[in-house]
């Protein structure tokens, strides 16, 4: 199993950025797949969650209404497209999927 993110950057307060996570190595198909990220000195934390087929989302209360988790089990790629960037969501983000972690993608929001 792998999981490799990218989309990650430097971007400034109210932007947006579109994480993707691509897997490999397993039936995506059949796996929910979720978000999760780390800032500096905190606990990692759930940020959005997706069923198997999309029809499940989960969002954290700090990003509903800003951010949208989206797959498309033709190209085994889950996307994490974030609006409205605030500095509070900077931090390291990770893809997870049965029982493995991605090697996370930084997002820095400053101005």
């Known amino acids: 199993v792998q999981l490799v993110e990218s989309g990650g950057g430097l971007v400034q307060p109210g932007g947006s950025l579109r994480l993707s996570c691509a897997g490999s190595g397993f039936t995506f198909s059949n796996y929910a797949m979720s978000w999760y990220r780390q800032a500096p000195g905190k606990e990692r934390e759930l940020v959005a969650q997706?069923?198997?087929?999309?029809?499940?989302?989960y969002y954290a209360d700090s990003v509903k209404g800003r951010f949208i988790i989206s797959r498309d089990n033709v190209k085994n790629t889950v996307y994490l497209q974030m609006n409205s960037l605030k500095s509070e969501d900077t931090a390291d983000y990770f893809c997870y999927a049965k029982y493995t972690w991605g090697q996370g993608t930084q997002v820095t929001v400053s101005s």
């Open positions: 997706i069923g198997s087929v999309g029809s499940y989302t």
